[in-house]
């Protein structure tokens, strides 16, 4: 079984900082997949980015990088030059070996302040 | 392409009747997974549907079923409501990994009265 730890409920960052959003995760799979969804209050789930576990680099996309540190069993997500539009939930989210179902953690709500 | 659609956005029903949300996933996706994301629960997986075979399932009772359809549209049906089952619904579909990326719809609002 696999479980996300996300020990940051809530979250401040001034607009155009960079802010990070700290996950941990446990799972006894050897190959595994990390991912970071972003909700806004409308709902719907926004996939951001995904780190393989067998990955040797870090993910990036845009202005999202996933910091892994695999020793650790983390997977931060670093959200450059914060914007506006950032204000959303945050999960972190895992799937298992051969599997498409995803565990996540409880969020980080993230608010951006002008 | 088109992302995944869900309908209705909203419902409302009473204790004790039944509803059936439906999910059409991104076109050429073949696995459709079904989650129940409610603030005390947090996000939950309902089941997994692939080339219309379940293929996982989440700890959810027997009221709670899905099927999915030659097209890869998914719906699934809650029986005999309880105030508990209101929640956001969300679908996901996924094409063939890696990566096993699952894209949400919007999600479908359940209200139980």
């Known amino acids: 079984a696999q479980k996300i730890t996300q020990t940051q409920p809530g979250m401040f960052v001034q607009e155009k900082e960079a802010v990070t959003l700290d996950c941990t995760y446990d799972t006894s799979d050897p190959s595994y997949g990390l991912f970071w969804y972003k909700q806004p209050s409308s709902g719907e789930m926004i996939f951001l980015i995904y780190q393989g576990s067998y990955d040797q680099q870090n993910a990036t996309e845009g202005r999202y990088s996933l910091n892994f540190q695999k020793a650790r069993k983390s997977a931060n997500l670093v959200i450059s030059a914060s914007q506006l539009g950032d204000s959303a939930m945050y999960f972190c989210?895992?799937?298992?070996?051969?599997?498409?179902?995803?565990?996540f953690g409880k969020g980080t709500k993230l608010s951006v302040i002008p | 392409k088109a992302g995944v659609t869900q309908t209705p956005r909203y419902l409302i029903k009473t204790r004790g009747q039944q509803v059936t949300l439906s999910c059409s996933p991104i076109s050429g996706h073949r696995s459709v997974s079904w989650y129940q994301q409610t603030p005390g629960q947090g996000l939950q997986f309902l089941f997994e549907?692939?080339?219309?075979?379940?293929?996982n399932k989440g700890n959810f009772p027997g009221r709670f079923s899905g099927r999915q359809f030659s097209n890869s549209r998914s719906e699934m049906n809650v029986s005999t409501l309880e105030l508990g089952d209101s929640a956001l619904y969300l679908c996901?579909?996924?094409?063939?990994?890696?990566?096993?990326?699952?894209?949400f719809g919007p999600g479908t609002r359940l209200t139980v009265l």
């Open positions: 989210a895992t799937t298992g070996a051969g599997s498409y179902q995803l565990t």
């Open positions: 996901a579909s996924s094409g063939v990994g890696p990566p096993d990326t699952q894209y």
């Open positions: 549907y692939f080339s219309e075979t379940q293929r």
